[in-house]
C-alpha cells in the first residue's frame, strides 16, 4: 500500500480544511456579537450601556497592570524600526512603516511620566479610536494576555491620583486580588497632545 495520499484523500483534506475556516468563522462571529460592544469614554455610562462582559487586552508600565478593550488593538509586536524625528517630545520615539503605513511610535512610559520602556523587551501595540479616524503604535512593558471585564464590576478610585495617569484612567478591576487599571485609550488618542503628530 502506497505510503503517499489518493485523489480521494485529499478531497475530504480539503473538505476538512472549508469545514474547518467555517467553524473558525463562526466562533469569530460569536465572538463579537458578544464582546464586540464599544466603550463609552464616561465611567458612568459604561456602566449603564455596558452589561455584558467585554474582552480586554492587558499590558504592563512600570510593574503596574492596565486593560484596554480588544477591539481598540489592531496588532501586537516587537519594537519596530523607528525612524527618529529632531525637535520632538521624549516621549514621541519616532515613525515607522508597517506595511506601508506610516505610524508615530510613542513609549507610554515617558508620556504618563512613568520613566521609559526598554526597547529591548518592550512590545508594540497598534491602537485605533473607536471611529477608527485614527492610529498609533503604543510601546509598553509588556502584553500580558486577554481577560472578560464587566463594567458594572468596576470601581472609581478611592483616593486621588495625583500624576498624569489620572486623566486616562476609567477606574479599578480586581483579577484574582490584583488590582487592574481600565485605561482610557480614547481619551488618549484625542488628546492634543497626540494628534499634534497625526500628520507625521
Do not use: H
Request: without cysteine; aromatic residues 8%.
Amino acid at each position: 500500500m502506497s505510503d503517499y495520499p489518493n485523489q480521494e484523500d485529499k478531497k475530504n483534506s480539503s473538505k476538512q480544511e472549508i469545514l474547518l475556516e467555517n467553524v473558525v468563522s463562526a466562533i469569530d462571529r460569536k465572538v463579537i456579537s458578544t464582546y464586540g460592544k464599544k466603550l463609552t469614554t464616561s465611567f458612568e455610562e459604561s456602566k449603564k450601556d455596558i452589561t455584558n462582559k467585554e474582552i480586554f487586552i492587558t499590558f504592563s508600565l512600570s510593574e503596574v497592570k492596565y486593560a484596554i478593550p480588544i477591539n481598540r488593538v489592531l496588532e501586537i509586536g516587537t519594537m519596530p524600526k523607528v525612524t527618529t524625528i529632531p525637535k520632538t517630545p521624549s516621549w514621541l520615539l519616532g515613525v515607522t512603516n508597517l506595511r506601508g503605513d506610516i505610524f508615530s511610535v510613542v513609549d507610554l512610559r515617558t508620556f504618563l511620566s512613568l520613566g521609559q520602556v526598554n526597547s529591548a523587551t518592550a512590545r508594540m501595540m497598534v491602537v485605533r479610536t473607536q471611529n477608527e479616524d485614527f492610529s498609533t503604535i503604543l510601546m509598553v512593558d509588556k502584553v500580558t494576555g486577554l481577560i472578560p471585564i464587566a463594567l458594572k464590576e468596576v470601581k472609581e478610585p478611592t483616593a486621588p491620583i495625583q500624576n498624569k495617569l489620572a486623566l486616562f484612567l476609567i477606574g479599578f478591576y480586581t483579577d484574582k486580588e490584583q488590582p487592574l487599571a481600565l485605561f482610557n485609550i480614547d481619551k488618549l488618542l484625542i488628546s492634543s497632545e497626540l494628534r499634534q503628530f497625526e500628520s507625521l
